[in-house]
């Protein structure tokens, strides 16, 4: 038993270096492309947020499923997202999109269960989690973004 756990163990264990070669590159070509810059896609987790937020507050599942897929499957912008970044600031800025998708997603998986169990106290939890996660990031990155798309004169 603790020789096929151990193999489970490592199994489980073996994507791990394979993450480690994950790219925002990569990440973003498996989204669709939408036609809409960052910003407005940032527009877009707004509404998310605002949803599950709402969802939660009023006991309403369907709401905060629904806000909920919009952060599961929002598409990519029509331009790379790391090209409202100054050059020098471009690959940290990529390390961040990659870091915080699964941390996104992960935070919402927890409202979700939450609501589900109709547990709306951990629910509203998870909602202030992903806020802080949203923050977090714009901490130290909203102020770098620059106009986009840039004017050409
Ligand atoms: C990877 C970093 C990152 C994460 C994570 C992130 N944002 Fe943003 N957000 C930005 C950046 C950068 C801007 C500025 C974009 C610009 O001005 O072009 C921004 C701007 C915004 C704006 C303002 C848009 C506007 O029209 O000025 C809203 C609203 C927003 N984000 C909501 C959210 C919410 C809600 C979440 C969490 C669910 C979130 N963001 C997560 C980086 C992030």
Known sequence: MKKIAAALIVTALLPLPMQA???AEKLVASMR????TYKELMTLM???IG?????VVTQNRELVEQGANIIYTHPAPNHQPWDIMKPEDQAGFKQALLTYD????ENTNEIVKASRQRDWLSAAGAVAQLQTSCVSCHL?????A???PLTVK
Request: no cysteine; aromatic share 8%.
């Open 51 to 55: 949803m599950m937020q709402e969802g």
């Open 33 to 36: 492309k939408a036609e809409m």
């Open 146 to 148: 620059q106009k986009w």
């Open 46 to 48: 707004g509404k998310s």
């Open 21 to 23: 070669q994950e790219t």
């Open 102 to 105: 699964k941390v996104l997603d």
């Open 140 to 144: 130290q990155w909203k102020d770098k």
